[in-house]
């Protein structure tokens, strides 16, 4: 019989330094919205589905990064997914620190010169723009792609051809600045976990 499961934790990640934040922004991305197909080992079991999403805050100079978990499949697979899941998540964190690595630095702005809008219209949304939460607008908006960093004489940073240069880019706060940083896109994955 097939059952629904939520379940959700909080990971501290660093936050001393403009990479650690990256990586934190970019285990986010990674984990944000992710849909995976656990098979059970038992041959003819149902798979469990797994949908996964996020929250970030930055508090105590820590980047805390709470994971929502919600599962549906054979009850008796359950349990084992959930452990399966935090496996899964930890390496996409793992995976996130890779992408840092090969991380490119395009521009940084004094944070003063830059402000967050929400976005009005799906189709303005930018999912390829990585935003820490913390600076949405306003706290009702469907995040993390309802807002966007906007220049002070209302232009989109980064514009429309930085975001077709690059798969991904991370808007980073790190003292009183905001540095724009270029990630490889998150390359498509073969196979499917077993729970």
Do not use: C
């Amino acid at each position: 019989m097939s059952k629904s499961m939520e379940h959700e934790w909080d990971i501290e990640l660093p936050a001393a330094t403009a990479e650690d934040i990256l990586t934190a922004l970019a285990a986010r991305d990674r984990v944000f919205g992710q849909s995976i197909s656990l098979e059970p080992d038992e041959d003819g079991a149902e798979p469990v589905e797994v949908w996964l999403g996020t929250a970030d805050a930055l508090e105590d100079g820590r980047f805390h990064l709470s994971v929502y978990a919600d599962l549906e499949g054979p009850e008796e697979y359950l349990e084992a997914a959930v452990e399966a899941v935090e496996e899964v998540v930890n390496e996409l964190i793992e995976a996130a620190s890779q992408d840092v690595a090969a991380a490119l630095l395009l521009a940084r702005r004094p944070a003063r010169e830059i402000e967050f809008r929400a976005v009005d219209d799906e189709n303005d949304e930018r999912p390829q723009i990585i935003v820490p939460e913390w600076l949405a607008p306003v706290e009702e908006l469907e995040l993390p792609w309802s807002f966007r960093p906007f220049t002070r004489t209302g232009k989109p940073w980064p514009d429309d051809t930085v975001l077709a240069e690059h798969a991904r880019v991370a808007v980073v706060p790190f003292g009183d600045e905001l540095l724009l940083y270029a990630l490889p896109a998150i390359p498509e994955e073969e196979g499917e976990p077993d729970a």
